[in-house]
């Protein structure tokens, strides 16, 4: 592990945890350096599930047909291999698995993420290709049993990693985790005082911001790949009324209240998303290490969790159900798929931001 992410360990985890979320990665890198280092003798034998993860700025193609973004290090016929095709589509081929993106899902600059999974059963498997720029994606099971190696997955040359300046090889299937979610490590009140949130089950009873009492419907763990454009965002203490760092998922949402959130939008409480207050002097990215830990949590009775004065709203069965792979159309009733109170647009939430700060500013 480099010395920028050994140092995160020191201030932001336990060693022995951070181990443990990485152990089962069979490599990391970032911008080229690497993170978490393949080993020396790759393990050769088929896997039941492995996953591929790229982050790519798409350089420009011009007249050429196609540019190689991913190559494996296995013989080409059974390697993962990843194109960008001169009309704008993307492109994974993996032995008989040949997915192809609509005409123009990305242009030269634009940046876009790959989460590809084989499964040796057929159940886990799926191509999931994101536009961050625009917000474009593709996400679609292969049809496909594979059990597959490592090598198909790891970089067959080093130059791979100066194209794609995030890459990591799983050996195992990597769930969607872009909802709402906190990590591993904050604590939330409950009927038995703080609890860290890796010790609640279903079943738990969680205090809202409001001071009520909630039951937790459905919790779980997955892990999350820290980097690029998928950078948790932390929350530094003591703004938010928090007491401590908060790290969360940028899709979660932060509920906000004041004189400017009256002014603005008639209403003494609204919701914004995390990866929407970059803007803050009290939330930025946090890269610091390369895969954390997350909780997802879903009540019985939706509502804003307290972290602290901190009040932070938990899944909507209508965010679990878009992150699941493969999930189809759902009838579900409104009450799981409305948020408890109206949730800001990244242009209102910039102007929520800036005029905080002028607030901040005139009362100094």
Not at 25 to 38: D, E, F, M, N, R
Not at 242 to 251: C, K
Request: hydrophobic fraction near 45%; include cysteine.
């Amino acid at each position: 592990m480099s010395p920028v992410a050994a140092n995160a360990v020191q201030t932001a985890w336990p060693p022995q945890v951070e181990v443990m979320a990485t152990s089962r990665w069979a490599g990391i890198w970032a911008s080229g350096a690497s993170l978490v280092k393949p080993a020396a003798r790759v393990d050769a034998r088929p896997l039941a599930a492995m996953t591929l993860c790229l982050e790519v700025t798409l350089p420009p193609i011009g007249r050429r047909k196609a540019v190689r973004l991913w190559q494996g290090s296995a013989p080409p016929e059974v390697a993962v291999a990843f194109y960008a095709v001169a009309d704008g589509r993307l492109r994974l081929i993996h032995g008989d698995v040949d997915i192809v993106t609509p005409p123009d899902f990305v242009r030269a600059g634009e940046t876009v993420s790959l989460r590809y999974c084989a499964c040796a059963r057929g159940r886990s498997d799926v191509v999931d290709i994101l536009n961050h720029d625009r917000m474009i994606r593709l996400r679609q099971r292969t049809g496909v049993a594979r059990a597959a190696r490592l090598d198909e997955a790891l970089p067959r040359d080093p130059r791979f990693l100066s194209v794609c300046h995030v890459a990591a090889v799983a050996g195992f299937g990597l769930r969607a985790a872009d909802l709402p979610a906190v990590s591993a490590g904050t604590q939330l009140m409950t009927d038995a005082g703080p609890r860290p949130v890796e010790q609640l089950a279903a079943g738990d009873m969680l205090t809202t911001v409001t001071g009520e009492r909630r039951q937790l419907r459905w919790i779980e763990r997955r892990p999350r790949l820290c980097l690029g454009r998928f950078a948790p965002v932390r929350l530094r203490a003591p703004y938010f009324g928090l007491e401590r760092d908060l790290f969360l998922s940028p899709e979660t949402r932060i509920m906000r209240d004041g004189p400017a959130v009256e002014y603005l939008f008639g209403t003494e409480r609204v919701l914004v998303r995390a990866g929407d207050l970059l803007a803050s002097p009290g939330a930025l990215r946090d890269h610091r290490l390369p895969v954390r830990d997350f909780f997802h949590l879903m009540l019985d009775d939706h509502a804003c969790i307290a972290v602290d004065r901190c009040g932070v709203e938990t899944a909507l069965l209508s965010d679990v159900l878009a992150a699941e792979d493969g999930a189809g159309g759902h009838n579900i009733a409104p009450v799981d798929r409305t948020p408890c109170l109206p949730v800001l647009d990244r242009s209102a939430a910039q102007a929520l931001v800036a005029a905080s700060a002028r607030g901040r500013r005139g009362a100094g």
